[in-house]
């Protein structure tokens, strides 16, 4: 057993924000990623590449340094840098989000970005992707734990605004 | 029902042939269940602009009419084999409010600052760029159908919303460089670029489809802005080369917009808000806190009389704020605690990027 060493509200909320908020796009970038390589489009693979980087430094900064809140998205990016120097998957972050001079259209970035994301999963755990049909129905259902957690440290609100809207008001 | 747009209709489905091996008469059949009588299916989004790959999915908004079924603000999800269908049920009289409410805030000076859509949803953009230049491929024409004035509505609208991002991130930017945080410096500068561009491109009559696809404009109907572009597509590597980088972005992007982007100028109609935060003191120490962030910030006996003057819940210019007070506001925003506000919006009178776009088409 691991022995939190930080106020049981924020550790909650900080993973929550990681899985929920991060993670899903991640894998809808790398999904993105996969179609730009495979029509040969360059510059979207730069494109979603880049934000993929920006969403695991965020997600590595929310489970490793536990930073709270998370700044507005012009400043997330650097922000997550900063809370993750050191961090064996730092440099490629930034080279990511530094963007590429060559945009290698082949397998090569691919595996880049899916050896990010998973060591990002590593440290915060794996949302199913709620677009895929093997996905949905796990999706909602770990959405539904991750609910109750939130809830019984007295937060609220860490799901994509879509999945809320009209009820979070 | 009489199919229109047969052209554009017939390049979608060969491209929808060619990635998932679906016709649009099989996409007819799966949302048969969401339609009524005299209602139109218009298909927008990359794969009916020419973008989109085989891993994109298909927009499209059935529109019905006034006294139709109830509508929904979020897509109902569809699979056709592999071809994600995401479907918006909404009646033409909320479409003609949508466009409405646009053309109201094109009139009016208050920033749009998301009305339309935030950074990452842009809803409202999407939707009116879908019925302003998407493809009918069932029914009656969609508010008089595509182009015209809708059209006009809806590329204004997007020009304005990134001309107004573009001035957001380029002021960032220069603020990053003063606070000596030279990633957000470089990656906000990159950002007004890739905005400034986006505004121009769409002011040349491109339907919209995400941010995603800037890239592959400027790679194809854009093209001679590629290599505007190529100088900024990859940041610095040297923190120390990044207030040349951002110099560079400010002058790029005031030839883009035709504005003036220094600081001096933006600093005027641009304050800081920052409600969340209460100052204390216990002893010798001053610090800002935020119960319900959970989050507090220990300031110095300066920094805490510079904080005090600003008085409770802080609204000010950042162009009233002295360095003191500027630099903390600016830490607070870089810890998303503070947010950047503007007085005043950018109508599209105010930008020369249509004679930018002319002297592009010539």
């Known amino acids: 057993m691991d022995a939190i060493d930080l106020g049981a509200r924020r550790y909650i909320w900080c993973r929550g924000q990681a ?83 060559e945009v290698p259209v082949d397998d090569e970035l691919h595996e880049r970005c899916a050896r990010l994301q998973n060591q990002a999963r590593e440290v915060v755990g794996h949302v199913p992707d709620a677009l895929t049909p093997e996905g949905y129905y796990p999706a909602l259902g770990l959405a539904r734990e991750w609910i109750e957690l939130v809830s019984a440290v007295g937060e609220s609100g860490f799901l994509p605004s879509e999945w809320t809207r009209g009820s979070d008001a | 029902m009489a199919t229109i747009d047969t052209d554009r209709s017939a390049e979608l489905a060969e491209r929808l042939r060619r990635y998932h091996g679906v016709g649009l008469d099989r ?97 409202d953009l999407k939707l009116l760029h879908r019925v302003a230049y998407g493809v009918v491929i069932d029914g009656p024409p969609v508010l008089g159908g595509a182009g015209g004035a809708n059209a006009d509505v809806a590329r204004d609208l997007l020009v304005r919303e990134y001309a107004e991002r573009a001035r957001h991130s380029i002021l960032v930017a220069q603020l990053a460089v003063a606070a000596g945080r030279p ?64 110099a560079r972005a400010v002058a790029t992007a005031q030839r883009l917009l035709g504005l003036d982007l220094a600081v001096a100028a933006l600093a005027a109609d641009a304050g800081w808000e920052c409600e969340r935060l209460r100052l204390y003191a216990a002893g010798e120490l001053r610090v800002l806190v935020g119960a319900a962030d959970d989050v507090v910030f220990e300031l110095s006996a300066a920094e805490a009389d510079a904080w005090a003057a600003l008085g409770p819940d802080p609204r000010p210019r950042c162009a009233d704020c002295d360095p003191t007070q500027g630099s903390i506001l600016f830490g607070l925003y870089a810890a998303g605690m503070a947010r950047l506000r503007w007085a005043r919006g950018l109508p599209p009178a105010e930008l020369t990027i249509e004679g930018e776009v002319r002297d592009g088409r010539d």
């Open chain 1, 19 to 101: 899985a929920w908020l991060m993670g899903p796009p991640a894998a809808q970038w790398l999904e993105d990623l996969r179609g730009a390589l495979d029509a040969g489009q360059e510059g979207l693979a730069r494109h979603v590449s880049r934000q993929l980087a920006e969403d695991c430094a965020v997600m590595l900064a929310l489970a490793l340094s536990h930073g709270r809140p998370v700044p507005g998205p012009s400043m997330r990016g650097a922000w997550a840098l900063e809370r993750i120097a050191g961090h064996p998957a730092a440099a490629e972050c930034w080279e990511l989000i530094r963007g590429l001079d």
């Open chain 2, 183 to 246: 990633k957000a410096a470089t990656i906000n500068a990159r950002l007004a670029i890739e905005e400034a561009l986006t505004a121009l491109v769409s002011a040349r009559g491109l339907p919209f489809s995400d941010n995603k696809w800037l890239q592959v404009r400027l790679a194809g109907e854009a093209s001679d802005l590629r290599g505007l572009y190529d100088a900024f597509a990859v940041l610095p590597a040297s923190d120390r080369e990044a207030a040349g980088f951002v």
């Open chain 2, 27 to 123: 996409v007819l059949e799966v949302i048969d269940y969401l339609r009524d009588e005299g209602d139109s299916v218009l298909v927008g989004g990359s794969l009916a602009y020419g973008l989109g790959n085989h891993r994109s999915d298909l927009d499209i908004v059935v529109a019905a009419p006034a006294d139709g079924e109830s509508s929904s603000r979020m897509p109902l999800e569809h699979f056709v084999d592999s071809l994600r269908v995401d479907v918006w049920k909404l009646r033409e009289n909320e479409l003609e409010d949508l466009f409405a409410r646009a053309r109201d805030g094109l009139a009016s000076e208050a920033p749009f600052e998301g009305a339309f859509g935030d950074v990452f949803e842009q809803a």
